[in-house]
């Protein structure tokens, strides 16, 4: 399973959605979407800022699952930003810097 950390922000249109529907239908509508692409929805929070209308915690079976349901939302004209950051728990970071990457940076 793959977690992802998104982070949103609704474009007017999306904003305007919302004022009409009340948060608590933007919620149950956003864990419907993410149970139709196979994923679960574990956390949604709203942001305070301007700047973030909100985030969630969402789990999928796979990555391309999740940039399914990433694509989707981006598409849909709700969300002048929809970004989904996959998360990595601590033991793939350990067996990721087990591994041998030959790399050589420019100008080096």
Same mark, same amino acid.
């Given at each position: 399973?793959?977690?992802?950390?998104?982070? $949103?922000?609704?474009?007017?249109?999306?904003?305007?959605?919302?004022?009409?529907?009340?948060?608590?239908?933007?919620?149950?509508?956003?864990?419907?979407? $993410?149970?139709?692409?196979?994923g679960?929805?574990?956390?949604?929070?709203?942001?305070?800022?301007?700047?973030?209308?909100?985030?969630?915690i969402?789990?999928?079976?796979?990555?391309?699952?999740?940039?399914?349901?990433?694509?989707?939302?981006?598409?849909?004209?709700?969300?002048?930003? $929809?970004?989904?950051?996959?998360?990595?728990?601590?033991?793939d970071?350990?067996r990721?810097?087990?591994?041998?990457?030959?790399?050589?940076?420019?100008?080096?």
């Amino acid at each position: 399973m793959v977690k992802y950390l998104s982070i $949103f922000t609704y474009s007017p249109d999306g904003a305007k959605g919302m004022l009409k529907e009340k948060a608590t239908a933007r919620e149950a509508a956003a864990r419907k979407a $993410f149970e139709s692409a196979g994923g679960k929805l574990e956390a949604f929070y709203w942001a305070g800022s301007g700047e973030v209308t909100g985030v969630t915690i969402s789990e999928f079976p796979d990555a391309a699952t999740g940039a399914a349901l990433t694509l989707k939302l981006n598409s849909s004209g709700a969300f002048s930003e $929809f970004n989904a950051i996959q998360l990595i728990s601590s033991s793939d970071v350990d067996r990721a810097l087990e591994k041998s990457i030959s790399y050589r940076p420019p100008g080096a």
